[in-house]
């Protein structure tokens, strides 16, 4: 595929997505020094995947970093469409909107789109997706954000406050916009058409309760952009602020190129799964090694085109000294693919064993967290 051949839109990723022309297409601005200083000042440190331009993008960050420097309240969005069990990919953006939530103090709003899911996924009866929503949310939890400032919630338990908002953003979108925006033909079914208003509403809901306009800050990965493209376009005929976003890059599968997908299971590693499935999968990752070890020690290997130097770098060693070093190693061959793998795995083990206790703690402490009509 040439450096522009490629898809990505909130439903499916396909072929090597290439960031910058995915950026000029969406329309949306780098992640440039400036803004990278300006975190810095006020956070004390930027977070890896800011300093690796893994978050890389956004669309009026700048203006939420103004209105922190005058003291003034914004809210992050969030979310996640509850298709299946979390997996690696998705706990990236919610690691970085802890870390936004604990060095700005901000609230949360984390939005679970069953409803999504159900018409959108033929094999998906409302009770899957109401299922797969509670697990995610143990997930959501474990990642540690603030009960005193967070708010989970389903749209189909929380639909008489969303509905409002929905109705006010649906109006003022056409057929032709959804159509142009994500794709949708004459045999798209209606309740597809209708639901990005509802995934709208959480950029505008905190303005409403307060009555003042609150800006709003969405992370997320890429995908969902053209959501919030729409979102935008609405906002100011709705008096309310147009939500910032701050897109991440997809965490891949263990093939290395692919996206990592719950669709893909046996190359994606699942907070679900049992440390020894995640090891089975690890070493049966594909690399950018040699095919022997006397022809990687010799020649070195390619760390750029190897899934589990990338899972290193986007999310299993923060110390950047330590991520040189291990490209470096590797392309000199002084580190071949097993114990590279190896040490990758046990990381990996670690986590999921830390991140499962604390699923198991979220059980109990559920309701803090969930608002309901
Ligand atoms: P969903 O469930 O597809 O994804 C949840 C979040 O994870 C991001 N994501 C990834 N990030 C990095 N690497 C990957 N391989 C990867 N795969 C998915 C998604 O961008 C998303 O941030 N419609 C949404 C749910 C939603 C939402 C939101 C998401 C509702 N409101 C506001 C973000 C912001 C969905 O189905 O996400």
Redesign the pocket.
């Known amino acids: 595929m040439t450096d522009d051949n490629f898809i990505v839109t909130?439903?499916a990723?396909i072929g090597d997505v290439n960031y910058d022309v995915l950026m000029e297409r969406f329309g949306t601005q780098k992640i440039n020094t400036p803004i990278l200083d300006r975190v810095s000042k006020h956070t004390g440190e930027l977070h890896f995947m800011l300093r690796r331009g893994i978050f890389y993008s956004h669309r009026d960050f700048d203006r939420i970093l103004d209105a922190y420097e005058k003291k003034d309240e914004f809210v992050l969005?969030?979310?996640?469409?509850?298709?299946g069990n979390?997996?690696?990919?998705?706990?990236?953006?919610?690691i970085f909107t802890k870390y936004i939530q604990d060095k700005y103090n901000a609230k949360l709003l984390?939005?679970?789109?069953d409803d999504?899911?159900f018409l959108?996924n033929r094999n998906l009866t409302q009770n899957d997706t109401r299922k797969y929503a509670y697990e995610?949310i143990l997930d959501i939890i474990a990642v540690g954000f603030d009960p005193k400032k967070t708010e989970i919630f389903l749209d189909t338990d929380y639909i008489k406050t969303l509905y409002d908002i929905a109705l006010d953003v649906s109006k003022r979108i056409t057929l032709s916009t959804a159509k142009a925006v994500f794709g949708f033909n004459n045999s798209t079914n209606i309740g597809r058409i209708f639901f990005t208003s509802i995934?709208s509403v959480?950029?505008f809901l905190e303005s409403k309760r307060q009555r003042k306009p609150i800006p709003c800050l969405?992370?997320?990965?890429?995908?969902?952009d053209p959501?919030?493209r729409v979102t935008r376009d609405v906002a100011s005929a709705l008096n309310y602020p147009k939500p910032a976003l701050i897109?991440?890059?997809?965490?891949?599968?263990l093939t290395g190129s692919d996206?990592?997908?719950?669709s893909k299971s046996n190359t994606?590693i699942f907070t679900t799964d049992s440390p020894k499935i995640a090891e089975k999968k690890i070493m049966n990752a594909i690399t950018g090694g040699r095919k022997t070890v006397k022809k990687q020690r010799k020649n070195g290997g390619n760390p750029s085109e190897c899934s589990i130097y990338q899972y290193y770098y986007?999310l299993f060693e923060d110390k950047d000294e330590k991520v040189i070093m291990l490209s470096d190693d590797c392309k000199e061959g002084k580190i071949i693919c097993g114990e590279c793998k190896q040490i990758l795995a046990e990381k990996v083990k670690h986590f999921l064993v830390k991140h499962q206790e604390k699923r198991e703690e979220a059980k109990d402490v559920v309701d803090q967290f969930m608002c309901k009509d």
């Open positions: 909130p439903w990723v969005y969030t979310g996640r469409g509850p298709s979390t997996h690696l990919g998705h706990l990236m953006p919610w984390f939005q679970l789109t999504e899911k959108f995610n995934q959480p950029a969405i992370p997320c990965a890429i995908d969902q959501h919030f897109h991440c890059k997809f965490f891949p599968s996206k990592m997908s719950a994606s986007y």
